[in-house]
């Protein structure tokens, strides 16, 4: 099998800068970026890919997935056998690969066992990084019980469940730790209300400030992060206040708490495409008065908040949410964010804003030595037309991930 890639004659996209550079060559070996450079002399054996003229970039970032959630059915998901679970969930990274995205940051349901078969090459998809499950109150986010369901912690650890109903200081630091001892990358909590739990209102603030403070305080002791799903600006300061640093959606910011979030050092994730996708398609899935105007009061808020998050300076990396079969709106976003956002704010959100969130700065997100080799190959500028890195990849004639071709088509 080879492992040595020569890329030659194109445009090397440095999302930093935002331009391309021309001229240079890439060199490729076991996996890794080992050499940029203008006359570069490859190992015997090397394959040389020549680009004529086409746009080399970094893989993609999408830093607000969930892979188990293969349908819309929830519960169809969580009650699923385990083994089923993971391949739905193979299929789910396949597809994501597919339209370029090497890497994938999972909200809630993955499992190391996906991560290893990822890394052992078992699974053709974009590497992961994992929160395990998120933690919810009962009643909360991740509680899909009905309210006359009265059963306790149900199908909790299964791979198709997304949450982990936990209550209480003292349960949620051992959450906490059983969840970092089984590969947890950072913390997930569900700090605020949402549109697809049954119980709760948007508007509705979950977790005690003592229970939140114990999960960033587990979290920091084993040099990880907490994230949070907020929606509203008053659940999204009590998380900064109490030291989270991943904001999830922030559709409902305001300019202080946005300015306030930069100053601490967060990261905001907002998924604009999950909610333009429900509005489209919520009628046929059977969504009721209450879930629309839960969904439109999120939606009405997405692009306001992109608009309060820039002018702060709070930085944003790429995210999507979508589950199911809604998963075919995927690159949408890229067109959502493109009403407020310039195309290099969101190539760099969906690159070297999403490195830092996985912890994996200058590992992906930016062609660099050293680097894993994770590259796709653009027909055209993205920087210009920022619509090339949609359309399920079509635009990509080849994309590599970890030093591995996954798709080519260059002529």
């Given at each position: 099998m080879t492992t040595h890639y020569l890329f030659t004659g194109g445009r090397v996209l440095d999302p930093h800068e935002g331009v391309l550079r021309d001229g240079l060559g890439v060199l490729v070996i076991d996996g890794r970026i080992v050499e940029i450079g203008t006359q570069i002399a490859p190992p015997q054996g090397t394959e040389v890919i020549a680009l004529a003229g086409r746009t080399l970039m970094p893989g993609l970032i999408d830093c607000h997935v969930h892979v188990v959630a293969?349908?819309?059915?929830?519960?169809?998901?969580m009650v699923a056998p385990a083994s089923l679970g993971a391949l739905r969930a193979a299929r789910v990274m396949n597809e994501a690969l597919s339209r370029g995205f090497t890497t994938l940051r999972d909200l809630g349901g993955a499992d190391v066992g996906l991560v290893r078969g990822v890394n052992?090459?078992?699974i053709d998809g974009p590497r992961l990084i994992i929160c395990g499950k998120g933690l919810t109150t009962t009643g909360g986010h991740a509680d899909l019980r009905q309210r006359t369901d009265d059963r306790a912690g149900l199908f909790s650890d299964r791979v198709g469940s997304m949450g982990l109903i936990v209550d209480g200081v003292d349960n949620v630091r051992a959450a906490c730790r059983k969840l970092i001892k089984e590969g947890a990358d950072f913390i997930k909590v569900m700090a605020n209300g949402g549109v697809s739990s049954p119980n709760d209102p948007i508007h509705s603030i979950q977790y005690s400030r003592e229970e939140i403070a114990a999960?960033?305080?587990?979290a920091e002791n084993a040099g990880l992060y907490v994230s949070a799903h907020v929606y509203t600006d008053r659940a999204i300061r009590r998380c900064v206040e109490l030291g989270v640093h991943s904001l999830e959606h922030c559709n409902l910011i305001e300019h202080e708490t946005a300015r306030m979030a930069a100053k601490a050092g967060c990261i905001a994730v907002p998924t604009l495409v999950a909610y333009e996708a429900l509005a489209i398609e919520g009628k046929q899935l059977g969504l009721g008065a209450a879930e629309f105007e839960k969904i439109d009061i999120v939606?009405?808020?997405?692009?306001k908040s992109l608009e309060i998050m820039a002018e702060a300076g709070l930085p944003m990396a790429f995210g999507s949410d979508l589950l199911g079969?809604?998963?075919k709106y995927h690159c949408m976003e890229f067109a959502l964010l493109a009403k407020v956002l310039s195309p290099a704010e969101i190539i760099r959100s969906a690159t070297i804003v999403g490195a830092k969130l996985c912890q994996l700065e200058g590992q992906i997100g930016e062609i660099v030595v050293g680097a894993f080799a994770d590259l796709i190959v653009v027909d055209g500028d993205p920087l210009s037309d920022i619509t090339l890195l949609g359309d399920d990849g079509a635009h990509m004639p080849l994309i590599m991930a970890q030093g591995q071709i996954h798709k080519s088509a260059l002529a």
């Open positions: 293969e349908t819309l059915d929830l519960w169809g998901n052992e090459g078992l999960m960033v305080e587990e939606r009405d808020g997405g692009l079969q809604l998963r």
